[in-house]
């Protein structure tokens, strides 16, 4: 068995280093008291990451050939800058900047802890509980955001800034928590970060089903992240009032929660197979829906239902594909995956931002649904016919 204190800071760690308190009221915070426009919120907070993370799987590598503990206390630094800089009243590119800053922490921070946990696992012949600590890893993290989420929003109500600023205090305290974490790395000391990122990549593409699962992740952060990117938006047009949105997101959280504990730990290749064809035809249904009859309580259940369904991307079909990898590009294969999946992420909030500025709200909804289509109508036939071949 893994050490108590070693999960507990773990998930300490993978809970408090993303941030929470500020999500419900981030376009509000740009725009009300930043003087940014919807878009350029949009574009400046989420967007940006469309770039810096194509850092991610460099920085696994690092994390894997230098030290999983120096990379994430590396990205915690990043991080907090990063964030501190939207504290701040200054011109618009700064807030350009500093989202650049903290998603190449995020990118150095990502897999770093789920990497250390593995490699502790591995040590206590306790592999067969792995997917299970991922599993609840993720549930604390959306338990948290229950709370965080509906204090974050009433805070601004009092002074803007405290949602971020509590963020920042956060992320500190998770770069406290990896201390107690020992960085176990196996890696062999010929290796260079380059080679081990290659021989990853590798590996990879020589796998057609390790790249369907990978395209899968990708696809599933695309069109998934929309209708949850643009409800403050709808939120704001329905004129209620801003200091009870956290409530909205914290119920979705409570769902979250439920999805990352049912169906988080189901990484065996059949479930997740199935449970990613059941989401596309869920997801593809549900934003049609919304696309039709746009209000915030059709909203609110589309959201519910893809915070439910993104335990399958988020963590499922990661350790899979991380089960099937070697011991010493842990950190690699999980930034792989995660990059894949908030890429996918980004891409969805520009698509959010520039659609809504071209077809309007509603417009920007029915644009949703007819990519929604088209991927499902793309991947769904590969996945079933994936289903069908001997996983040996």
């Not at 574009?43 to 230098?66: K, S």
């Not at 519910?304 to 990661?318: D, G, N």
Request: one cysteine or more; a positive charge.
């Amino acid at each position: 068995m893994v050490k108590t204190r070693i999960k507990f800071a773990a998930y300490i760690a993978n809970t408090f280093d993303s941030p929470s308190f500020h999500i419900p009221i981030i376009l509000f915070y740009g725009n009300q008291y930043l003087g940014l426009t919807i878009t350029t919120t949009l574009l400046a907070f989420y967007g940006v990451n469309f770039l810096t993370a194509f850092f991610e799987i460099p920085a696994g590598a690092f994390g894997d050939r230098y030290g999983r503990k120096i990379s994430y206390i590396l990205g915690i630094i990043l991080l907090l800058v990063g964030y501190g800089i939207w504290l701040l009243r200054i011109p618009t590119y700064w807030y350009f900047i500093g989202s650049a800053i903290a998603g190449l922490g995020n990118a150095f921070r990502s897999g770093s802890i789920d990497a250390m946990v593995y490699e502790e696992s591995h040590l206590a012949n306790a592999m067969d509980l792995y997917d299970g600590f991922r599993s609840k890893s993720k549930a604390w993290y959306y338990v948290f955001r229950i709370v965080a989420m509906p204090l974050g929003s009433y805070l601004f109500t009092v002074s803007p800034t405290l949602p971020m600023l509590l963020t920042i205090i956060t992320i500190f305290c998770s770069g406290l928590s990896v201390i107690f974490i020992p960085d176990n790395n196996v890696t062999p000391e010929e290796k260079s970060a380059f080679l081990l990122m290659f021989a990853t990549f590798k590996k990879i593409l020589s796998n057609k089903e390790s790249v369907l699962f990978i395209l899968v992740i990708f696809s599933m952060g695309a069109i998934g992240d929309f209708a949850w990117r643009l409800f403050q938006v709808i939120y704001k047009t329905s004129n209620l009032n801003i200091a009870y949105i956290g409530i909205f997101y914290g119920v979705t959280s409570i769902f979250s929660t439920y999805g990352s504990l049912k169906f988080g730990k189901r990484s065996k290749r059949d479930d997740v197979i199935k449970l990613s064809i059941l989401t596309y035809f869920i997801t593809t249904c549900t934003v049609t829906v919304l696309a039709v009859f746009l209000n915030i309580w059709v909203a609110l259940v589309v959201v519910i239902i893809q915070s439910i369904s993104f335990a399958l991307p988020e963590t499922s079909i990661q350790t899979y594909l991380q089960t099937k990898s070697e011991r010493f590009e842990q950190a690699t294969i999980l930034s792989i995956t995660s990059f894949v999946f908030f890429f996918g992420l980004s891409v969805s909030d520009v698509l959010a931002g520039i659609s809504i500025s071209i077809f309007g709200l509603q417009g920007a909804f029915i644009f949703n649904a007819t990519l929604c289509l088209v991927i499902t109508m793309i991947f769904v036939p590969k996945l079933f016919k994936t289903l069908k071949v001997d996983s040996h």
